[in-house]
Nanobody
Framework: QVQLVESGGGLVQAGGSLRLSCAAS????????MGWFRQAPGKEREFVAT????????AYADSVKGRFTISRDNAKNTVYLQMNSLKPEDTAVYYC????????????????WGQGTQVTVSS
């Protein structure tokens, strides 16, 4: 079992930046691939980014590629999502998630989820 707590959300103007953090506790953090997902009002939850247990491999949704960067610090049991050049369409609740094994983009492949943090981008 691993517990995940997101932080760093907030209100930002279009073109601005935010860095989300996800602190993990419980089992050995470095055993888990980590992912960020988001859910906008009235829409399904969607994949944003994922990172392997070592940090050596990453993958991004096309909509955020080149603007968002996922990283992790296994010594601090934390995964980050640096979000730059934010757009109003990035407005959503952002969730981090964990899975044992290789990084995956499918929501169904993640076993553990945080409670989410709200990101609102104003135009």
């Amino acid at each position: 079992q691993v517990q995940l707590v997101e932080s760093g959300g907030g209100l930002v103007q279009a073109g601005g930046s935010l860095r989300l953090s996800c602190a993990a506790s419980g089992r050995t953090f470095s055993n888990y691939a980590m992912g960020w997902f988001r859910q906008a009002p009235g829409k399904e939850r969607e994949f944003v980014a994922t990172i392997s247990w070592s940090g050596g491999s990453t993958a991004y949704a096309d909509s955020v590629k080149g603007r968002f960067t996922i990283s992790r610090d296994n010594a601090k049991n934390t995964v980050y999502l640096q979000m730059n050049s934010l757009k109003p369409e990035d407005t959503a609740v952002y969730y981090c998630a964990a899975r044992v094994g290789l990084l995956r983009v499918e929501i169904s492949q993640y076993n553990y989820w945080g409670q989410g943090t709200q990101v609102t981008v104003s135009s």
